[in-house]
């Protein structure tokens, strides 16, 4: 029995331990929101229009005036009416300090896109009243706007906005589209070109003169000007006798005996004058002669 | 030299002709051939022409970095560290069955056989001068083997096929080899005389159509191919007229020749170039594409 008695002392114990540690845990929940809330000396809060006859989609203010006895910086928690039947084009807040406290102003620009006569309800302010220190509403004035236009009008505000919407759609994606495009022409700009074949030219080797000219002529010129120049030319006509192919060497001339072995070993020679160091041409071209006069 | 190689090896002039060559150029070469076919040998051969200092390195693939490069040891007597220089450090290096070792083993030769020193911890050591790394491999047996990674082939400067010996050279080679080995022929040459040789190669002069004509090979083995992936490097164009210019000094030559470029393009290219899967498929000889495109390009 006194066992069952510590067993239930046990649980009341731990039941009441969970219960305090949900009402702490709710009273700190509700206690930031009740924090948020500004403590003020509300003097004035009212709401006004600049004009009171407004065409549709012409664009007028709607002024929310607050002075409070505190020096604030800015209104929290002040919760604009409903805007149905109008087009919300911009909101401005400003605080400022004034003689006794602070006037605070919210001036919204507003088009109307519906034609009659509408009535803004009052604007809200959640504030702790600082007279009682409890939480309070205050609402402000309603506004009446009268918007004129015929039910054509409507339509055509409601077509302008519909145009006007479709215009900035546009807009954003021409600016989007150019932005891309100019990513994509950077984009490509640096991008490494592909490889391209191989764009060597081929040795350009020196034109054989062929208007009557012939091989004698060619030995003749090395003989009198033992050039470079003149050494391939000679090295290209004997080639060419051989039926030398592009890509043929001299060994693969010997190998497949393309003339006989004196003609090749010519070729050998002039090969020497084609390629040696330019100070040694004309020498290997005068040793050349011998076995191209045989 | 080539003199003294033959006499060791017997048969393989294409190969002992192309490690002259290489070793004159200053390059490394990679040797692959089927087992048997005195590729060793050929490396020993040269390392024993040359003189200087020569090591070898079975790669394995229980191989560390530091068997190569060389590590840092605690020196109880002295209570510091020494550096315990790798085999690496020789005049001469085979590095036989390279493709039995991992890559990161593999890897620790790049920096040695491109920049000619070796980093072990804070230190840099020079590699002595000249340097020459000589690897074989053998493309059979692709079980337990490492393909060297691209970056280490377009270091070597040649790689050599070695070819089963005609009836004539096997008879050769056991007359040669059937009793006890004969003793390779020593100190031919100095290191002096290889720096001697390859700063004469250097020299010789090469026309700018030849230079052209390098350029050319090299560009084709870069057009698109239906059997290759990859074309070969800068570093081909100047292997090909290194490779060219000893040829032409062991023909006796200040100049190259077409000829000269032309025979030294396949060993050149053939490790350079990347087949795709085709040549497996369609059973193509890689070999045959080099030749191919070797004999596509105009003769100067």
Redesign the interface.
Known sequence: MARRALVGERRYAFACAVALGVAVACALAGAPARAQLLNLHVRSFSMSADRASVALGEPFHLTISTHVDERVLQIDNLTLPDLAGFDSLGDERRCAASAGGSDCVEIVTLAATIAGSRTIAGATLDAVDARDGKASRFTTNSVVVEVTGTPGDELSGMFSGFLFGALRAALIGLVVLLALGALLWNFLRRRPAP?T?????????PPVPDSGAGFRDLVDALAREPTRANALRVRHAMRASMNAR??????DLRARRAAEPATLDALAAV??A????DA?VARAAQEAMPFLIR | MLDALAATVVGQRDVLEALLYATIAGGHVVLEGPPGLAKTLACRALASAVGGTFKRIQFTPDLLPSDIVGTRVFDQRTGDFATALGPIFANVLLADEINRAPAKVQSALLEGMQERQVTIGPATHPLPDPFLVTATMNPLDSDGTYPLPFAQMDRFLMKILVAYPSAEEELAILERFGGAPPAMLSDIATPADLLRWRDEARAV?V?A??A??V??LV??T???HEYLDRGASPRATLALVATARARALCDG???????DV??SAPPVFRHRLAFNYRTLTENVDPESIVTEL???????
């Open positions: 490889p074949p191989a764009a060597v030219e081929p040795a350009s080797l592009d890509a043929e060497t001299l060994a090969e020497r084609a390629f040696c160091e040694r | 002069f026309d159509r030849i052209r004509y350029v050319a560009q084709a870069r057009n698109p030559r200040t100049f190259v020749v077409p000829d032309r025979a070797i004999a596509g390009v105009t003769v100067p």
